[in-house]
């Protein structure tokens, strides 16, 4: 079945820098674009990027436009989240999704959390 | 930055019928953009519940349902059980916002009651 796993989050200073990473099974990663959402401690549901599944085409939330870079590596079947110039208010837990076609998010990994302080 | 509104909560005993709201504007919902729902038992990852306005993916009970009208959508819950006391969001697609926009509902608390 599918399954998606975050990894890399941990705690890390104002302005330095993360890799998160996102290791795909169970489905033809190469097929699917893919998403990162992000939950800040009590908060709602935030999206910040989306990779169509050649790479080819990013976008991004206004909130992390600049300072976050998604990328992908479908032989290795894993997505990527470079965070840099991290800030306090990115303290959240990091979700990669699939895209489902129809712009809806069918699986969810379970999360990687990461603490800016 | 949510631009779709949801009440922060709603309540009802078990068996009861409760409805969650999700209301958007012209540039979403009212754009003609579907509607999907989450499901989040906290401390867990987001499950979808409901996609393309009234699907349901395999495995959700068809207690679950969903309706959209204009620049709304709503949930419903029939049948209410212990199990459905979780958190539930809302999602669209913004067309208007700078860049690709995948919006999120600012989330409803079900309580069981």
């Known amino acids: 079945q599918v399954h998606l796993v975050e990894s890399g989050g941990g705690v890390v200073q104002p302005g330095r820098s993360l890799r998160l990473s996102c290791a795909a099974s169970?489905?033809?990663?190469?097929?699917?674009?893919m998403h990162w959402v992000r939950q800040a401690p009590g908060k709602g549901l935030e999206w910040l990027t989306v990779?169509?599944?050649?790479?080819?085409?990013?976008y991004y939330a206004d909130s992390v436009k600049g300072r976050f870079t998604v990328s992908r590596d479908n032989s290795k079947n894993t997505m990527f989240l470079q965070l840099d110039s991290l800030r306090a208010e990115d303290t959240a837990v990091y979700f990669c999704?699939?895209?489902?076609?129809?712009?809806?998010?069918?699986?969810w990994g379970q999360g990687t959390m990461v603490t800016v302080s | 930055q949510s631009v779709l509104t949801q009440p922060p909560s709603v309540s009802g005993a078990p068996g009861q019928r409760v409805t969650i709201p999700c209301t958007g504007s012209?540039?979403?919902?009212?754009?003609?953009?579907?509607v999907h729902w989450y499901q989040q038992i906290p401390g867990t990852a987001p499950k979808l519940l409901i996609y393309?306005?009234?699907n349901r993916p395999s495995g959700v009970p068809d207690r679950f349902s969903g309706s959209k009208s204009g620049a709304s959508a709503s949930l419903a819950i029939n049948g209410l059980r212990a199990e459905d006391e979780a958190d539930y969001y809302c999602?669209?697609?913004?067309?208007?916002?700078?860049?690709?926009?995948?919006?999120f509902g600012t989330g409803t608390k079900v309580t069981v009651l």
């Open positions: 999704a699939r895209f489902k076609l129809g712009n809806s998010f069918d699986f």
């Open positions: 169970g489905f033809i990663f190469r097929n699917y674009g």
């Open positions: 990779i169509w599944a050649d790479g080819s085409i990013t």
């Open positions: 012209s540039s979403n919902i009212g754009a003609g953009y579907d």
């Open positions: 393309d306005n009234n």
């Open positions: 999602q669209s697609f913004d067309g208007t916002l700078s860049g690709t926009r995948y919006i």
